[in-house]
């Protein structure tokens, strides 16, 4: 198989696999309600599954730039963004099931809430961070703002990573298996770029030292 | 102006459909014990009327009108029962490996006899009874949920503590084979809770053997357990192997794991929040908005008087 025809082909499958990814649990979600597998509490069962999704998701936008770079493979930089949106979209279905499913829109109550309960607070700060790079994920933003800055404002995608899992940790009464789990994933995808980071500044250190020595 | 006009039949002279089932559960019951001779059928035709009576005299408060009892589909297969997992849907699928017969309960502590029952021995010639009560989970929701089971307080009756007892402990069975759950260190086990004395004795408190007119499910906590409805889930610990009573206050599962979350009292209490979430409001599994949450889980007449003077945000 000649390489482009290969490339093509990949770049084919990743897109399906992603989408799969995220609009996969909305038939899903759909069949569960229908056929009554959301359980005795199906409020707190969609709550529950859609934070799940919109962590993993956005979790699996971070897995994008490490996997291009260890790959080689520059055509998977497009699925960052459709994950990542993706995320976004089932974090405010997340918020949605709650202020409007479960608070049934009592507003007062979700204040009352964001300001008594550091769980709250601190998913509401994801959701927030996530907000900006949702609106400026456009190529027309990225054209508006130039590259290093845009660059530099969608780090918040860490901040807000580190936040969902916290929240999710926080938010857990006692069995925290699942959250401990999320932050080794997350600490593996942020590690990666740590590392990254400082070989970076270590190459440019050295090559700036160069030429100061002779 | 309201005027309030009554139902053309008060809903007490209305006879419960799980009362009508338990009728048959009560003789069956009583047939078992003769089989087995451990109750002797003169004593058994003696308690008859006495059960009667008390349970006419004693009932528990009637729900309020918009309450309906949870179905029994959801009050089987959503619970906390973390010896069998910590997912909600867990302890129906895991609870199966629990052996409930034969089954003893060890008594000791400050008692007349400590000794070692047999469950049956246990409760032969008690009065089960039929309740229909609330239940309040700690974690803002609810059902409603009709019990058979004797009042704690014949049992308490039966072990005769001695004046000292102050705290009565009961501990759950443990036994990593049966109860998967405990393989894992979630919660020290195994599984205690506690109540003061006086509480224990209230006439509310019930050990549950059945639920819906139906031996109680082992993920419900068979073949023994705790029912005391206007606290907290958590205080009704199943699957009881132990009684102890005690003169200071003994220490309980969820209160040692999170102090600041669970308190040894838990008594349903709306104007107390849990630090994660409010107790103002509860959902009733099956409905959609959520209600507002009873002092004392609707039961404050009954029970409030054994915590006059209590600071109940400190005691929570």
């Given amino acids: 198989m000649a390489p482009s025809v290969q490339k093509t082909a990949g770049r084919r499958i990743a897109r399906v696999l992603v989408w799969a990814a995220v609009l ?145 940790l926080w938010a857990v009464k006692r069995d925290i298996t699942l959250p401990v789990l999320y932050f080794v994933v997350v600490a593996v995808l942020l590690g990666f770029r740590l590392v990254m980071w400082r070989r970076r500044v270590t190459t440019a250190r050295l090559s700036a030292s160069v030429p100061q020595s002779t | 102006m309201l005027i309030k006009r009554p139902a053309d039949i008060p809903s007490s002279e209305i006879t419960p459909e799980a009362q009508y089932v338990n009728r048959r559960a009560f003789i069956g019951t009583a047939g078992t014990l003769a089989l087995a001779g451990l109750a002797v059928p003169a004593t058994l035709a003696a308690c008859t009327p006495a059960d009667d009576r008390r349970a006419s005299d004693m009932d528990a408060p009637e729900l309020e009108q918009d309450e309906k009892v949870t179905s029994e589909e959801d009050a089987t297969s959503y619970n906390n029962f973390y010896e069998f997992g910590t997912g909600k849907e867990d302890p129906k699928r895991n609870a199966g490996s629990l052996r409930t017969s034969p089954w003893t309960v060890s008594v000791d502590g400050l008692v007349k006899a400590p000794k070692r029952w047999d469950l049956t021995a246990l409760l032969a010639g008690l009065a089960v009874e039929d309740r229909v009560y609330r239940h309040r989970c700690v974690e803002a929701w609810s059902m409603v949920i009709p019990w058979q089971g004797v009042r704690l307080r014949d049992v308490i009756n039966r072990l005769e503590p001695t004046p000292s007892a102050k705290f009565v402990e009961f501990t759950t069975l443990l036994d990593p084979q049966q109860m998967p759950g405990q393989r894992t260190n979630v919660l020290p086990w195994p599984y205690k809770e506690a109540l003061r004395l006086d509480e224990a004795m209230h006439p509310l408190a019930m050990l549950a053997t059945g639920m819906y007119g139906k031996t109680i499910p082992n993920q419900n906590g068979a073949p023994l357990r705790l029912v005391v409805p206007w606290k907290y889930g958590f205080k009704g610990i199943k699957s009881i192997v132990g009684i102890r009573f005690t003169t200071t206050q003994p220490r309980t599962t969820w209160n040692d794991a999170i102090p600041s979350e669970y308190g040894f009292y838990a008594n349903v209490n709306p104007t107390v929040d849990h630090p994660r979430w409010t107790q103002a409001k509860e959902r009733r599994i099956g409905e959609f908005l959520r209600r507002n949450t009873l002092m004392f889980n609707g039961y404050a007449n009954e029970v409030g008087s054994l915590y006059a003077g209590m600071d109940l945000r400190k005691y929570y």
Avoid: C
Wanted: hydrophobic fraction near 50%; aromatic fraction near 12%; avoid cysteine.
């Fill in chain 1, 24 to 168: 996969g649990p909305l038939p899903w979600l759909v069949w569960l309600a229908v056929s009554g597998g959301l359980g005795a509490n199906p409020i707190e069962s969609l709550q529950h599954r859609t934070g799940h999704y919109a962590i993993r998701l956005l979790a699996a936008s971070l897995v994008i730039t490490p996997l291009k770079q260890l790959t080689g493979w520059g055509w998977l930089i497009i699925n960052r963004r459709t994950l990542g949106l993706g995320a976004f979209t089932w974090a405010m279905v997340h918020l949605s099931v709650y202020v409007g499913l479960d608070l049934a829109l009592d507003f007062s109550q979700f204040f009352e809430d964001v300001i008594k309960r550091r769980y709250i607070a601190v998913g509401m700060l994801a959701i927030a961070l996530l907000t900006p790079l949702a609106v400026t994920s456009t190529k027309g933003w990225i054209k508006r703002l130039g590259g290093a800055k845009w660059n530099k404002l969608h780090r918040l995608v860490y901040v807000a990573m580190i936040a969902a899992t916290v929240h999710y």
